[in-house]
């Protein structure tokens, strides 16, 4: 499949108060941006776990990004500033299996920023389409799709036997 055909998943946990605005403001206004963007409206991206973005990409996504408030102003403070540090992780994470850092991708923007919003995750879908599909959920890793071990070869907490 090359790059040109190929048209990729994207997730994007969004900020109810200002990602999301966002999208909704580029919509209103016309500004497009690729209909590959899935967007998850979160209360604040701080909700927004390692394992959360772990499992969109298991699920098939070729990308995620979490799009948050400019810095200092988040309204729950630090939320933003912990998404930050998650995706931060997760690309970190990312790049020890093998798999593209570019893959998950921070972004902050205010409710205003309809336009830029729809720049951004254009530009992410660009990119995303130069690396091809994801090899996470083609189990393209060792052991499970993000290289650990399947649930059922892992010992029972209480017993220490392994469930089959």
Known sequence: MSPKTFEPEVI???CRHCAYAAAD????ARASYPPAIKIVELPCTGRASV????????EGADGVVVAGCLPGTC???KGNTHARQRVDHVAGLLKK?????QRARMINISAAM???FAEKVTEFVETIKTLGPSPIARGGC???PLGVPEKDSRPNDL??????
Do not use: N
């Open 114 to 116: 309809g336009a830029q």
């Open 12 to 14: 994007a946990f969004c």
């Open 142 to 144: 060792r052991g499970g």
């Open 51 to 58: 394992l959360e973005i772990l499992h969109a990409l298991e």
């Open 25 to 28: 403001l580029a919509g209103g």
């Open 97 to 101: 299996i093998g798999i593209e850092d």
């Open 159 to 164: 017993t220490g036997q392994v469930e089959r």
């Open 75 to 77: 309204h729950y403070l």
